[in-house]
Every structure is written in structure tokens, then in C-alpha cells.
């Protein structure tokens, strides 16, 4: 059976939180949908989008009355929402989030709850390099995960309703606790971007080349690690402080493989590099058997003659 909430506040109407949004409309899971940004640009942008009922630049005005609340907006922006809306929040309300860190999150918005909220922090496992209210669209969650990390003592009901939500937009619901989401999440996805960064920052400072052919033969490989590395800077400003323990333990340990694939690589030792690259080959496709990904080549980019055969 599908949930339907009489009002749902989406605080932070960036990629993600539009994203809810055209699913909320689409999937009709809201008699009400009520908009609150800091920014009345971007509040407009919203309203020109047709995203919601009512918008406001006022959290605390947007969660009165809300049944379902929703937080999207950098996790390092979590302590002070929550002061924001915590004595407006009506008794009953689930409020949650969908922050890339959890135990943040956490430290950071629990405090603040009132008791007669459910605070189920969330975090759904999908998104783009793209931000702001154009950046969302319609089905961005389907197939995807969405973990929550409830905290001690959380009402069953609750959960399932807001479990019920997340299958709606077609995601796969998982829990776990919030250290072991941040250290997952360290590997998965917060390592990669840095990763990216790091080398896209690299061939940056390589001025002699990077005018002319790091961009001109940038299809050999590099452009790959472009795509992560155009993602927002405060929402990955904010991953990087707010995990930072994780990280560092993940940054570590790819330092060390690093260390012994430059050593393999240094004294000849085909073998070695032979064995990493035939793993590494094999986890994707497990992550293609796995429905994370398409099988086409060059992760399905469009190539001029194919269209003809
Ligand atoms: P986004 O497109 O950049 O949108 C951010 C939203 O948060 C905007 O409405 C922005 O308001 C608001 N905001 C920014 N700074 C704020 C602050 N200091 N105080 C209050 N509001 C603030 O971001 P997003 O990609 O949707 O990400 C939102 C959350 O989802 C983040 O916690 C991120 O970790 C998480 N997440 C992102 C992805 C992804 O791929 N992008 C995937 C999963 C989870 P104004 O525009 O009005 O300033």
C-alpha cells in the first residue's frame, strides 16, 4: 500500500530535494507540498518549476503542520535547520534527512528534536554532478538504495511509513548504524570523489598541458574523473569535514596499495599488476549482475557510427 501525507515540507530544494519533489507530484504522495529555501532566487527558481504548493525562505514556517519533514541541504547546514524548525515541528512528524554523512547528521540534529517528533535520518544512494532545483528530476531514486540509520529507540510505525515513502519512488530500503553507513560510504563514494579531485586538481596544475591537450585528449580517461570532480563544492567541502575519521582510515589504506602498485610498477613486476587489474575488472561486473549499472561500453555514451549499424 502506498503512504500519502496531508503536508510534506522539503527543506533545501537543491538536485535532491526537487528530485523528492517531482517524485512527491508524480506519484501524488502529498495533499501539500510546502517549500522552504534560504535563497529567494532560489525559492523563485522553485516556484517557476512548479515544485510545490507554497514556498517560503522560512524553515520553521514551512514544517508547521507538516507530517513528513525533509532536509536537503549541505550536511554542514543540519544543526542550524534543525534549530530552525525544532519549536515549530508539529507532534507525530517524521523528520528526516538526506544528508551523505550520518553520524553528523546525527550529532548535529538529534539534540534538537523534540520528543514528540520521529527523527529517521536518511540517505538515498543516487544523485548527479548537478545541483540547484533544475538539476531534479522524476525518477532519480528508482532502483536505487536508500539507507537509514535509526536511532536508539525509534518507533517501528514511523519507520515503516517512512520506509513505505522511499519504496514509492521505487528505491531498496536498507538499515544499518550510522558508523558503519560513514565508513561504507568512505569507500564507496566519498573516497572516489576525492580521488577525482585530486587528479583533476593535478592536471590543473600542470599548466603547460592543460590548456591544450589534457582537455583535447581528455577522452583517453580523464574526462571520466571530470564528471566526480564537477560535483558541488560545499556539499563535498561538508563530506570531507563531517566524515573526516572515516576518510582519513580510507585515504590511508589506498595510500598504502598505491605505495605497493608504484612499487610493482617500478621493479617490473607484471604479475602483480596483472592480478590487481584482473580484480578489479571483476567488481564491475558484479556491479552490472548487480543492476547498479548498464552493461554498454564507455558507460553508454552515444559513438557517431553506431547509430547507422
Ligand atoms: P544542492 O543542489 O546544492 O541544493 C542545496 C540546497 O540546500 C539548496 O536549497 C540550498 O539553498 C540549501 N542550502 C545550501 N546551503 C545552506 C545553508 N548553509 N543553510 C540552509 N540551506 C542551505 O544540494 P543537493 O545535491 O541537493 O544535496 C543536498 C543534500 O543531499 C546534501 O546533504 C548531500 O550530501 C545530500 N546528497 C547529495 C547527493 C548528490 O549526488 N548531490 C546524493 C545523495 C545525497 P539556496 O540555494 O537557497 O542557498
Not at 62 to 69: E, I, M
Not at 197 to 208: F, H, R, S, W
Request: charged share 25%; glycine share 8%; net charge negative.
Amino acid at each position: 500500500m502506498t503512504v500519502q501525507f496531508d503536508r510534506i515540507a522539503l527543506i533545501g530544494i537543491g538536485l535532491i530535494g526537487s528530485s523528492i519533489a517531482h517524485d512527491i507530484r508524480r506519484l501524488g504522495l502529498a495533499k501539500e507540498v510546502v517549500i522552504a529555501t534560504r535563497s529567494a532566487d532560489t525559492l523563485k527558481r522553485a516556484e517557476e518549476l512548479q515544485l510545490g504548493d507554497r514556498y517560503t525562505t522560512s524553515s520553521a514556517e514551512a514544517v508547521k503542520d507538516a507530517d513528513l519533514v525533509i532536509v536537503s541541504v549541505p550536511v554542514g547546514a543540519s544543526e542550524s535547520v534543525a534549530k530552525e524548525i525544532a519549536g515549530s515541528l508539529k507532534p507525530g512528524a517524521i523528520v528526516t534527512d538526506v544528508g551523505s554523512t550520518k553520524a553528523s547528521v546525527i550529532a548535529q540534529m538529534q539534540p534538537h528534536m523534540p520528543p514528540h517528533v520521529h527523527f529517521i535520518p536518511g540517505h538515498p544512494l543516487a544523485g548527479t554532478e548537478k545541483s540547484g532545483p533544475d538539476a531534479g528530476f522524476p525518477g532519480l531514486f528508482e532502483g536505487r538504495w536508500c539507507i537509514f540509520t535509526p536511532v536508539a529507540g525509534t518507533d517501528a510505525t514511523a519507520l515503516k511509513t517512512l520506509r513505505q515513502f522511499w519504496e514509492a519512488f521505487g528505491s531498496k530500503v536498507d538499515e544499518m548504524d550510522a558508523e558503519h553507513h560513514d565508513k561504507v560510504l568512505a569507500i564507496v563514494s566519498h573516497l572516489p570523489h576525492i580521488i577525482a579531485y585530486n587528479i583533476v586538481g593535478t592536471a590543473d596544475d600542470l599548466e603547460a598541458v592543460t590548456e591544450s591537450e589534457v582537455i583535447k585528449y581528455s577522452a583517453s580517461g580523464f574526462r571520466d574523473f571530470t564528471r566526480l570532480a564537477a560535483s558541488d563544492p560545499t556539499m563535498w567541502r561538508d563530506v570531507c569535514l563531517h566524515n573526516k575519521d572515516a576518510i582519513l582510515e580510507m585515504l590511508a589504506r589506498f595510500s598504502e596499495d598505491l605505495a605497493y602498485l608504484q612499487r610493482a610498477i617500478r621493479w617490473g613486476e607484471g604479475d602483480k599488476i596483472f592480478d590487481l587489474f584482473t580484480r578489479t575488472r571483476s567488481i564491475r561486473r558484479s556491479i552490472i549482475q548487480a543492476g547498479q549499472d548498464v552493461d554498454a561500453p564507455d558507460f553508454g555514451r552515444p559513438h557517431p557510427l553506431e547509430k547507422n549499424t
